[in-house]
Structures are given as structure tokens and as C-alpha cells.
């Protein structure tokens, strides 16, 4: 077996998606769509983040239509892999992690609060 079957890189998110999609197209001609979701830790820190926030890359059609019909605290399940994405800001080169979504579905819509009592 060579060393590489054992390496794996999945990642499986379940958590509220905040905000809006962003869909940008590249320079390349490709169409990504992004989205953040807010992911409660099972054991925060004391002091520490009670939540992460992660972004997610769209880049297939499907997860970029599934990513068009959320709304802003919608319960969302993301599978994917993790990524590590290089760009420049002004003169500096930079770079962060992100998950690009193989998969993206609704599990719960926000639950809407009565506002009008």
C-alpha cells in the first residue's frame, strides 16, 4: 500500500450560514461563489472563541445554486475539502484556509420570530 491511500482530506461542517453569498468571476472565466458559516465549538476555551466562523468556496454549479437559496440563518451541512488559497492585498502576498464545498444542502431554515407583538 503505498503511504498516500491513508491520507485523507474531508471535511464535513454543519452550522448557520451568516450574511450573504458573494459570487465572483475570475479572470479565468470560472464563477466561484462564497459563503460564511458560523460553527459552534463543542468546548470553548474558557475565555477563549465560543464559535468559529469558516468560509466556503462554491466553485461547481450545483453548490453555487444551492448556495443562491440561503438565507441568513439558515441551518447548513457542507462537505468538502479543506483548501489553502494564495492572493495579494495591495503589495503583500497572503493566504487563507478555506472549505471548497463538494456538497451544500439546507437542513433548517432560520426560524422567523414574530416581531409584530
Do not use: H, K, Q
Not at 465572483?24 to 465549538?41: H, K, M, N
Not at 477563549?48 to 437559496?69: E, K, L, P
Not at 451541512?77 to 463538494?102: N, P
Amino acid at each position: 500500500m503505498d503511504e498516500t491511500d491513508e491520507w485523507v482530506n474531508e471535511v464535513r461542517l454543519v452550522g448557520r450560514f451568516s450574511g450573504e453569498v458573494t459570487v465572483r468571476e475570475l479572470p479565468s472565466g470560472d464563477t466561484v461563489a462564497g459563503l460564511r458559516l458560523v460553527v459552534p465549538r463543542a468546548r470553548p476555551r474558557e475565555g477563549g472563541a465560543s464559535v468559529d466562523t469558516i468560509d466556503v468556496a462554491c466553485w461547481s454549479a450545483r453548490t453555487r445554486r444551492a448556495a443562491g437559496t440561503l438565507g441568513d440563518g439558515d441551518l447548513v451541512e457542507v462537505s468538502g475539502a479543506l483548501r489553502r488559497r494564495f492572493f495579494r492585498a495591495g503589495s503583500a502576498a497572503v493566504s487563507r484556509y478555506e472549505v471548497e464545498a463538494l456538497s451544500l444542502r439546507r437542513l433548517r431554515r432560520r426560524a422567523l420570530t414574530d416581531t409584530a407583538g
